[in-house]
């Protein structure tokens, strides 16, 4: 990795030794019992040894600094989400503009002893974690304070909006939020209409409000790069993966995926226009037909697309297939499988973890089952009758839905390490993989809990996102064969259109950040990329992109998160599942026939690649746990053979149209 080297110290040149003051701003908060400046290094003629020891202690203190940092605002982001208040908002943005300050003041006085003629590195050889540890803490948009306040006031106005409710009146009314209302809603609905209904409601009425909000957050955000360096924030972002040629990696990857979601998009087009009765123009499926609100995962269509007797009731007779409840564990065959009759979802979490644990990985901490949560919590709402104005009372969730795994960055009074996790969780198929991916991420957490702060991260975003997934692949393993392309065809609705969504996501957001002010084209464009990249359109042909933003109805786009993560974890979580397949006894070269749970071998394999967390590049890592530098497809396409064989053949007996 020489050449990754000599580019950090290409970068730590290049980055301006600013006055610390640049990045004060307006006001100048603090945060009692927080640090906010670094003690600068003295110059005066001292040993090598000295300066060794003088550096070594200036990261350890920022490390030890940044722990204090990152536990309050992880304890700040965990209480906006059980309650957002005007109180924890003020506390989020004082707590915000404070750790920039600390930050660039210990950005700014350590690039001065870099350059240093004494303790620099032109005098004294630094080593690779002196080097790397500059390059995290330096990277990045740099913000003066007003401008951080600013962002932070139009984030969580865009966090409101979208915890907001909208009112479906075929519903009689009844109101809903996205996660897990909504979402629940589009996954279970099998009638076009209040389907459309539902789609047009959410993405209206949250992307019209959104649009202006999003296109101050996009100046601002380009600001922050700007006075980095950057050329604009899509740039900074694609920094963060450490992958130089990021836009040529991932067009090479979807192009090598394209063929069989390609297949898997016209055999459920055809799917669907059978079961609603609806011819799709030019091949294109409308949006709202696909199972989930942003049509990024199919998977709960299963119902319509596999067709054999024990999903289809008189199927000859054309009858529509019997549904079940919502939430309900009768339609759920993983479930089924693994838990036992009754199971509640504290089973679920407890199932995820004895599968980790199987392999040799933690317990998870007395505390984590005492501070997560995993269900809704039931608050009243105001549900509004349209007919006759009528207002009735009901029971409404208030905390944030959205499935996450927290790393609080403390210790308990037993000195146990504070890892929670948060969701609102029903006993199903979905859930329960989401779960493991949760719990995935609280294992990395715990595995690489010994690192330096700095270095307590994934080895890049992407690798975060596959651990927990990775391991799925065992619980969906059958042994009969029909069983067994019903599972590759359900986890392929999951996992394929997920592939193109997580690259169309950012490459509209690099096109936003790049064209600032082409606002009025941003829907457009959106809908171009989804046709380009999925073969999706809008609910109906004359639906009316103009003025809003449909993008801000997925919660990424609200919080400002980055997706292309997701898109390289897609292949990602098939490289690790693949390479702890070699570590297990007997395995046959099948991934089809791959057992994880149970094998330490294949745990350490896992576990050996998470504790070096960001501590050395990613493709040192990589190659480590897999034997290649490279993000690849092959293991992806040789877990998906059978289906695309399939595939095929079902196309061919339909005589089916391939593409759109």
Same mark, same amino acid.
């Given at each position: 990795?020489?050449?990754?080297?000599?580019?950090?110290?290409?970068?730590?040149?290049?980055?301006s030794?600013?006055?610390?003051?640049?990045?004060?701003?307006?006001?100048?908060?603090?945060l009692?019992?927080?640090?906010?400046?670094?003690?600068?290094?003295?110059?005066?003629q001292?040993?090598?040894?000295?300066v060794h020891?003088?550096?070594?202690?200036?990261?350890?203190?920022?490390?030890?600094e940044?722990?204090?940092?990152?536990?309050?605002g992880a304890?700040?982001?965990?209480?906006?989400?059980?309650?957002?208040?005007?109180?924890?908002?003020?506390?989020?943005?004082?707590?915000?503009?404070?750790?920039?300050?600390?930050?660039?003041?210990?950005?700014?006085?350590?690039?001065?002893?870099?350059?240093?003629?004494?303790?620099?590195?032109?005098? =004294?050889?630094?080593?690779?974690?002196?080097l &790397?540890?500059? =390059?995290?803490?330096?990277?990045?948009?740099?913000?003066?304070?007003?401008?951080?306040?600013?962002?932070?006031?139009?984030?969580?106005?865009?966090?409101?909006?979208?915890?907001?409710?909208?009112?479906?009146?075929?519903?009689?009314?009844?109101?809903?939020?996205?996660?897990?209302d909504?979402?629940?809603?589009m996954?279970?609905?099998?009638?076009?209409?209040?389907?459309?209904?539902?789609?047009?409601?959410?993405?209206?009425?949250?992307?019209?409000?959104?649009?202006?909000?999003?296109?101050?957050?996009?100046?601002?955000?380009?600001?922050?790069?700007?006075?980095?360096?950057?050329?604009?924030?899509?740039?900074?972002?694609?920094?963060?993966?450490?992958i130089?040629?990021?836009?040529?990696?991932?067009?090479?990857? =979807?192009?090598?995926?394209?063929?069989?979601y390609?297949?898997l998009?016209?055999?459920?087009?055809?799917?669907?226009?059978?079961?609603?009765?609806? &011819?799709?123009?030019?091949?294109?499926?409308?949006?709202?037909?696909?199972?989930?609100?942003?049509?990024?995962?199919?998977?709960?269509?299963?119902?319509?697309?596999?067709?054999?007797?024990?999903?289809?009731?008189?199927d000859?007779?054309?009858?529509?297939?019997?549904?079940?409840?919502?939430?309900?564990?009768?339609?759920?065959?993983?479930?089924?499988?693994?838990?036992?009759?009754?199971?509640?979802?504290?089973?679920?979490?407890?199932?995820?973890?004895?599968?980790?644990?199987?392999?040799?990985?933690?317990?998870?901490?007395? *505390?984590f089952?005492?501070?997560?949560?995993?269900?809704?919590?039931?608050?009243?709402?105001?549900?509004?009758n349209?007919?006759?104005?009528?207002?009735?009372?009901?029971?409404?969730?208030?905390?944030?839905?959205?499935? *996450?795994?927290?790393?609080?960055?403390?210790?308990?009074?037993?000195?146990?390490?504070?890892?929670?996790?948060?969701?609102?969780a029903?006993?199903?198929?979905?859930?329960l993989?989401?779960?493991?991916?949760?719990?995935?991420?609280?294992?990395?957490?715990?595995?690489?809990?010994?690192?330096?702060?700095?270095?307590?991260?994934?080895?890049?975003?992407?690798?975060?996102?596959?651990?927990?997934?990775?391991?799925?692949?065992?619980?969906?393993?059958?042994?009969?064969? *029909?069983?067994?392309?019903?599972?590759?065809?359900?986890?392929?609705?999951?996992?394929?259109?997920q592939?193109?969504?997580?690259?169309?996501?950012?490459?509209?957001?690099?096109?936003?950040?790049?064209?600032?002010?082409?606002?009025?084209?941003?829907?457009?464009?959106?809908?171009?990329?989804?046709?380009?990249f999925?073969?999706?359109?809008?609910?109906?042909?004359?639906?009316?992109?103009?003025?809003?933003?449909?993008a801000?109805?997925?919660?990424?786009?609200?919080?400002?998160?980055?997706?292309?993560? =997701?898109?390289?974890?897609?292949?990602?979580?098939?490289?690790?599942?693949?390479?702890?397949?070699?570590?297990?006894?007997?395995?046959?070269?099948?991934?089809?026939?791959c057992?994880?749970?149970?094998?330490?071998?294949?745990?350490?394999?896992?576990?050996?690649m998470?504790?070096?967390?960001?501590?050395?590049?990613?493709?040192?890592?990589?190659e480590?746990?897999?034997?290649?530098?490279?993000?690849?497809?092959?293991?992806?396409?040789?877990?998906?053979?059978?289906?695309?064989l399939?595939l095929?053949?079902?196309?061919?007996?339909?005589?089916?149209?391939?593409?759109?």
């Amino acid at each position: 990795m020489k050449e990754f080297w000599a580019w950090i110290t290409l970068f730590l040149a290049q980055v301006s030794v600013c006055p610390t003051s640049a990045f004060i701003g307006f006001d100048q908060p603090s945060l009692e019992g927080l640090p906010l400046e670094p003690l600068p290094l003295r110059k005066q003629q001292v040993s090598d040894d000295v300066v060794h020891s003088k550096i070594y202690s200036a990261f350890d203190e920022y490390n030890k600094e940044l722990e204090d940092y990152n536990h309050l605002g992880a304890l700040i982001a965990w209480n906006i989400s059980i309650n957002m208040t005007p109180q924890i908002l003020d506390e989020n943005e004082q707590y915000t503009i404070t750790k920039n300050i600390w930050n660039n003041h210990w950005c700014s006085e350590l690039l001065k002893v870099y350059h240093d003629q004494q303790f620099g590195h032109s005098s =004294y050889p630094w080593d690779m974690s002196h080097l &790397r540890q500059l =390059y995290l803490i330096c990277r990045g948009p740099r913000f003066t304070s007003y401008q951080l306040s600013n962002i932070l006031t139009v984030l969580s106005s865009l966090q409101e909006l979208y915890n907001s409710q909208i009112c479906i009146r075929s519903l009689h009314g009844k109101c809903m939020r996205m996660e897990p209302d909504l979402n629940r809603f589009m996954e279970n609905t099998r009638d076009e209409s209040k389907l459309r209904e539902a789609w047009i409601s959410w993405h209206q009425t949250v992307g019209t409000k959104v649009k202006p909000l999003y296109s101050s957050l996009v100046r601002m955000l380009n600001t922050g790069a700007k006075q980095a360096g950057y050329k604009d924030m899509g740039q900074c972002w694609r920094e963060e993966t450490e992958i130089g040629e990021l836009r040529q990696l991932v067009t090479r990857l =979807y192009a090598d995926v394209k063929y069989l979601y390609t297949l898997l998009h016209s055999f459920v087009r055809h799917k669907l226009e059978k079961f609603y009765g609806i &011819r799709f123009h030019q091949g294109l499926i409308p949006s709202h037909l696909l199972g989930n609100m942003w049509a990024q995962k199919w998977d709960s269509l299963i119902d319509i697309v596999w067709t054999e007797p024990d999903y289809y009731q008189n199927d000859r007779n054309g009858k529509q297939p019997k549904r079940k409840a919502s939430g309900s564990s009768a339609s759920s065959t993983l479930v089924n499988k693994i838990l036992p009759p009754n199971a509640t979802v504290i089973d679920m979490v407890k199932e995820a973890e004895n599968f980790f644990v199987s392999m040799g990985f933690p317990t998870l901490p007395k *505390s984590f089952w005492k501070n997560s949560y995993f269900q809704e919590e039931e608050k009243e709402q105001h549900v509004v009758n349209r007919e006759n104005g009528n207002e009735n009372k009901r029971k409404a969730n208030s905390r944030n839905c959205h499935g *996450s795994a927290a790393d609080m960055f403390g210790r308990l009074e037993n000195n146990e390490r504070d890892y929670r996790m948060m969701m609102c969780a029903q006993v199903n198929d979905e859930d329960l993989i989401t779960i493991h991916h949760e719990v995935g991420h609280i294992m990395y957490f715990m595995a690489y809990a010994d690192q330096p702060t700095i270095f307590q991260e994934g080895a890049n975003s992407a690798f975060h996102e596959s651990v927990g997934d990775s391991i799925t692949y065992d619980l969906r393993q059958h042994e009969d064969e *029909s069983q067994w392309i019903k599972s590759l065809l359900k986890t392929g609705l999951a996992k394929l259109p997920q592939i193109g969504f997580g690259l169309l996501m950012d490459l509209w957001r690099w096109e936003v950040f790049e064209n600032p002010n082409r606002v009025l084209q941003w829907n457009d464009v959106w809908w171009e990329m989804n046709e380009q990249f999925l073969g999706i359109t809008k609910p109906f042909p004359g639906y009316n992109t103009k003025d809003g933003l449909d993008a801000a109805g997925k919660f990424h786009i609200i919080d400002n998160i980055p997706y292309v993560r =997701y898109f390289l974890a897609s292949f990602l979580q098939l490289q690790f599942y693949e390479a702890m397949c070699k570590a297990t006894e007997d395995w046959d070269g099948n991934l089809h026939t791959c057992r994880l749970k149970g094998s330490k071998p294949a745990g350490a394999v896992l576990w050996n690649m998470m504790e070096k967390g960001t501590s050395r590049h990613w493709t040192e890592i990589l190659e480590e746990t897999t034997g290649t530098q490279k993000i690849d497809s092959s293991p992806l396409l040789k877990y998906f053979e059978p289906l695309r064989l399939w595939l095929e053949q079902e196309i061919r007996r339909l005589n089916l149209t391939v593409g759109w």
